[in-house]
């Protein structure tokens, strides 16, 4: 190994070309791939939240007509009705801004009014990173996710402004890569409050206990995609098909493992061309070296092994730098983007850098064979005559 790194040493500035070379194509393949680690693990949360539940949408049309309270009820015992339904749970969701843009970047934050059943579905989720959760006789109190905390400067123990209403944040929700990151969860009948001061003024009065959307628990077993159709047909509600969901996710993540791919082709082509170009130049300069130990007894496999093993350390090295530098790059776009309460787009999971890093020392062994295996077939009459 020390003579492998004097090898090295000995052609500083063409050894850290190649390694230059090498670090940029793995380094791309981080960036590109702890973007799809990210992907991917938003994507499984998401799923696993949404699992054993559809949600049915009651369209504002509908909530603000005049039979709208009989008409939520009618739809409930016509749900209950159905096979495969194990539950229903009435929540209010509503927009924390009721006009404008904001300048996160990331899901849009969304107040949710949820009663204890659904609490409880959605309990690994919402978890209390600090202060505590709502309580029964809570009143204008509220939990806030991560990242609606930073954006909005909302720390336990401030006040925020739901529609002019003033509410005390008690509780923070811990990072969960899922849409109650930005969220801010209010006592259902708060909700409900709000609910009723968003509908418009020349619209018909809403039902005194409003709900926006229901939350339908299923059994196990129960084909979701097959229930939330029928939901649809009975009711004419908008129900959500989870399987259609994650479908949709899914065919978003093969998309970035695609790129991930080609990120993979371009650190193959880099990577390969400045291997062989530095492992035939070597070969061509130590001909001569090549002869004389063959000339005194070293066979075609130590040839072959020290050729090899030149090749592999500096996609070792390639490999190193070029993950340090990617995990550097992606640290810094993830703190800023938490500085602003934004999302979190990167993961370097330790699977990518092992992946990347065996990639790297592959694709150097699998470039450097060539090279090697000529080294290792030289004659010493031929490598001296070369040589002279």
Do not use: W
Request: hydrophobic residues 50%; charged residues 15%; aromatic residues 4%.
């Amino acid at each position: 190994m020390n003579a492998t790194f004097r090898q090295l040493r000995a052609r500083l500035a063409r050894t850290a070309l190649t390694v230059s070379g090498i670090a940029i194509g793995i380094l791309a393949l981080v960036v590109v791939g702890s973007l799809a680690e990210q992907l991917h693990r938003i994507v499984s949360r998401s799923t696993a939240l949404n699992r054993g539940a559809i949600f049915a949408i009651v369209r504002g049309s509908e909530l603000a007509s005049g039979d709208a309270r009989s008409r939520v009820d009618r739809a409930i015992g016509q749900i209950r009705g159905l096979s495969g339904v194990r539950g229903i749970v009435p929540e209010v969701i509503v927009p924390y801004r009721i006009s404008g843009g904001t300048d996160r970047f990331g899901p849009p934050s969304l107040i949710f009014g949820v009663p204890p059943a659904g609490r409880a579905l959605a309990g690994d989720v919402l978890t209390i990173a600090a202060g505590r959760d709502l309580r029964p006789d809570d009143v204008r109190a509220a939990l806030v996710g991560g990242d609606f905390a930073t954006a909005e400067r909302a720390p336990v123990g401030s006040t925020i402004s739901l529609y002019g209403n003033s509410y005390h944040v008690v509780g923070t929700i811990a990072k969960s890569f899922t849409i109650f990151d930005a969220a801010i969860v209010v006592p259902y009948g708060s909700a409900q409050a709000l609910l009723q001061q968003l509908a418009p003024a020349s619209s018909a009065r809403l039902p005194s206990t409003p709900a926006s959307a229901l939350m339908v628990l299923t059994k196990p077993g129960t084909d979701a995609g097959l229930l939330a159709h029928r939901i649809r047909f009975l009711t004419g509600l908008e129900a959500r098909d989870p399987q259609a969901i994650a479908a949709g996710a899914e065919s978003t993540t093969r998309l970035f493992d695609a790129i991930i791919f080609g990120a993979a082709l371009i650190a193959l082509v880099v990577g390969a061309i400045s291997i062989v170009n530095t492992m035939t130049i070597a070969v061509s300069e130590r001909t001569r070296e090549i002869g004389i130990r063959k000339a005194i007894g070293a066979g075609e496999r130590a040839i072959l092994g020290e050729f090899l093993l030149e090749a592999v350390a500096i996609g070792a090295l390639g490999g190193i730098a070029g993950i340090a530098c990617g995990t550097a790059i992606v640290a810094i776009i993830n703190a800023h983007n938490a500085s602003q309460g934004n999302v979190e787009l990167f993961a370097v999971t330790p699977r990518l850098a092992l992946a990347s890093f065996g990639f790297a020392i592959g694709l150097s062994a699998l470039a450097g064979l060539v090279p090697a295996i000529r080294a290792s077939r030289l004659s010493p009459t031929d490598a001296l005559r070369r040589a002279a």
